[in-house]
């Protein structure tokens, strides 16, 4: 079974809808991370946590909120989607106790399109 | 503030040829440098990291890059391209501060010609 999951995998949606994205690890690791991916930008943070008390803002977290609902389930929403936040979305994790403690790990990324 | 440059966002080789990826950074100190790389319709896979220990760093599939501090840079290389090695590879770097947040490159398609 894979470490970080992410669902949906793949979601359409209307403008103006409001939508999460769940992120889950089996990893144990206290750390999670929102990034988006877009054709020539790379990936981009939007919101990253460092534990259930903690969340930080990244990037480009205007549009978006999140949730740390337990050290394992970190989630993204969008409020109210528009057409440019049509991206790949993808999960990561680190562990502050590891000896790799700067490698984040992703998962397989959700494909949301907002039309 | 830090950031990564890829030169190339395409780089076509032969199969068998040399693999060369390039990136630079901007940091005012030596940063931790990572490559990872994207195969199709997959999350992010860690290669090689570069965290100020020997300058030159090997990583898994043959992959291999070099931290030359003079010229700010970390390229990526492979001796021969293989048609697995097709992908998108990212370069990024770890600010030292307390987000532990990678910045990204805007990635480079490797595609391999048979």
């Known amino acids: 079974d894979a470490d970080v999951t992410q669902t949906p995998r793949n979601r359409i949606t209307k403008t103006g809808k409001r939508i999460m994205l769940e992120c889950s690890q089996t990893k144990g690791h206290d750390r999670m991370y929102w990034y988006r991916q877009d054709p020539g930008l790379g990936l981009r943070l939007i919101y990253y946590s460092f534990d259930v008390k903690d969340i930080n803002k990244g990037e480009i977290s205007d549009g978006y909120s999140v949730s740390r609902q337990a050290q394992a389930k970190f989630s993204l929403s969008l409020e109210s989607a528009i057409p440019n936040q049509t991206a790949l979305y993808f999960c990561a994790t680190s562990d502050t106790h590891s000896d790799s403690t700067d490698t984040q790990y992703f998962g397989p990324g959700t494909r949301l399109t907002v039309l | 503030a830090q950031s990564v440059t890829q030169l190339g966002s395409h780089v076509s080789v032969s199969e068998g040829a040399l693999v060369l990826l390039r990136c630079n950074y901007s940091?005012?100190?030596?940063?931790?440098l990572f490559w990872y790389v994207q195969y199709p319709n997959q999350g992010l896979q860690l290669l090689l990291k570069y965290t100020s220990a020997a300058t030159l760093v090997k990583g898994i599939n043959g992959f291999e890059a070099e931290f030359k501090k003079s010229e700010t840079s970390f390229h990526l290389t492979k001796p021969s391209a293989h048609m697995s090695d097709a992908a998108e590879y990212f370069c990024a770097v770890s600010p030292f501060d307390s987000s532990y947040k990678l910045i990204f490159g805007s990635g480079t398609r490797l595609l391999v010609r048979p």
């Open positions: 940091s005012s100190v030596p940063p931790y």
